[in-house]
């Protein structure tokens, strides 16, 4: 799954670089899911609602997001999201956030696969399954 910056995380790290801007990033992160395409500001994130979804929460730090190769970032730990206790839809995007709900979108992407979510379902992304990356 590729996944691109956000306009709000593009502009934090472009006045970071070239204004010396402060930015502290996000101790913890949010990996999300969406049904519909969400947007590059971030906005159109359609979450399933109960049924056993919530954001999974991330420590933001080398061991889960290892050092960048060649312009791309990817997760160095498996992601797993709890058991779908009813019926989630059809995931198409996944994003990272700095809140537990509402929050910064900093990256969102299209899965490289849409997945129908059925009760029962344990929604995860494998080890370096995210591509992470400005372009």
Do not use: C, H, Q
């Amino acid at each position: 799954m590729a996944g691109t910056f956000s306009n709000y995380l593009e502009n934090k790290l472009l006045d970071y670089a070239f204004s010396v801007a402060a930015f502290t990033p996000a101790a913890t992160l949010y990996i999300g899911l969406s049904t519909t395409t969400i947007a590059d500001d971030g906005s159109n994130i359609t979450e399933p609602t109960a049924m056993g979804y919530a954001r999974v929460a991330i420590t933001n730090n080398a061991t889960n997001f290892p050092a960048a190769s060649d312009g791309v970032k990817a997760n160095g730990a498996a992601i797993a999201f709890a058991a779908a206790t009813g019926d989630w839809g059809t995931i198409t995007d996944f994003f990272i956030s700095d809140a537990a709900s509402g929050g910064n979108i900093y990256v969102a992407g299209a899965l490289t696969t849409p997945k129908i979510v059925t009760e029962g379902d344990t929604p995860n992304i494998a080890i370096n399954g995210l591509g992470l990356s400005l372009a």
